[in-house]
């Protein structure tokens, strides 16, 4: 599962990499929670909560089945 949510991702980085951010993959477990960092200019965005949800969260679980959350760490 975690080469897919890396290939996810990707997809996602382009979107952020645009506005200066980026986001970096720490963990996959077997429950299908993801953690993940987000970096550079989203590490101190205020919207980066809406941006973990609404963008990284939602694009994994579209993605990759078996994601069922999110978090940053």
């Keep these: 599962m975690r080469e897919k949510v890396e290939k996810a991702l990707d997809k996602v980085r382009k979107m ?9 993959l720490v963990d996959v477990s077997a429950d299908g929670v993801v953690k993940v960092k987000l970096t550079d200019a989203c590490s101190c965005c205020p ?10 969260e939602r694009m994994l679980k579209k993605e990759v089945s078996g994601v069922k959350e999110v978090i940053a760490v």
Excluded at 16 to 24: F, H, P, Q, R, T
Excluded at 47 to 56: Q, R, W
């Design 16 to 24: 952020l990499e645009a506005d200066g951010g980026n986001v970096e």
């Design 47 to 56: 919207m980066s909560s809406m941006t973990l949800k609404m963008g990284v």
